[in-house]
């Protein structure tokens, strides 16, 4: 989305904070944007009612009717905006809440000023939001089916590594990349970018012990043999192959999916090569 198109972007600020709410509002018209302010969360839907804005930032706590209430009536609509949820509470439970009523980002409360512009920006730049399904929504199990598009693949990505904040940052660093490897390859390579195929993936914790990530591949797997979408399978050229693939707006495949060795305690796939479980150690 050009920067153009973003300055016509139309954002409904619901937070019960006044202070917080001219700051943030006067941040974001300055960048260019159009903004409505709601102290609470029934007015916040009156004013929905009466026009849709293209983005709604929602804090959870609210006196009353609590952002994860407004979430949840927002759903229903016929019309309804993109959701940004921004709240102090960085319990699982919350950010579960937050998957679960559909919301496109999670940002936590204090953030820097530049930041929740740059939220704004992605939000409007991307496709139109598809549905993510929750199967489970518990903290030891996490459980999520999702169409085949890099931007899922990203908001899933960015829901997840927001679930994982407590963890020491090396371990996070670790889980978030060889997560966002082997999902950005189901949906790219297995998946073939279609939003009609699904992938399904699962996170479990064991005791505070161990972290586990199950990913079924809606295609034909992730399989190191004939990657004929990896730069390594193109010893005459692999430049050239990168460079296709690029402007096609896709990776060059192969490298990362070794790399992910290197980040986890172990990678298990199934005899099918449609479903792979990576394991990290917390202790």
Known sequence: MTSTAAAKSSI??????RGFRLAIATLLEEAGHTVVQAADGPEALARITDEVPDVM???????????LDVLAQVRSLPARPRVVVMTADDT????????RGQADRYIRK?????????????????ATALPIEV??????????????????????HAFMMQFEARLPEAVRESVGQAFRELLTNAVEWGGRLDRTRKVRIACVRTDRRM??????????????????????????????????RET???????????????????????????????VKYLD
């Open 135 to 156: 199967v489970s929504a518990r903290p030891e199990w996490v459980e999520l089916v999702a169409p085949c598009t890099l931007e899922v693949a990203n908001r899933i």
């Open 57 to 67: 930032l929602l804090d959870v706590g609210m006196p009353g009717m609590s952002g």
């Open 248 to 278: 096609k707006g896709l990776r060059a495949g192969g490298f990362g999916l070794l790399t992910v060795l290197a980040k986890v305690d172990a990678l298990v796939y199934n005899e099918k090569q449609n479903e792979v479980i990576f």
């Open 211 to 244: 972290l586990m990530y199950r990913i079924a591949d809606p295609g034909p797997g992730f399989k190191f043999d004939n990657l004929d979408h990896a730069a390594v399978a193109h010893p005459d050229d692999p430049i050239k192959h990168v460079l296709v």
């Open 110 to 126: 204090p953030f820097a000023p530049g930041a929740i512009a740059e939220v704004v920006e992605e939000v409007v730049g991307a």
């Open 12 to 17: 409904l600020l619901v937070d019960d904070d």
């Open 92 to 99: 699982p439970e919350t950010l579960l809440s937050a998957i």
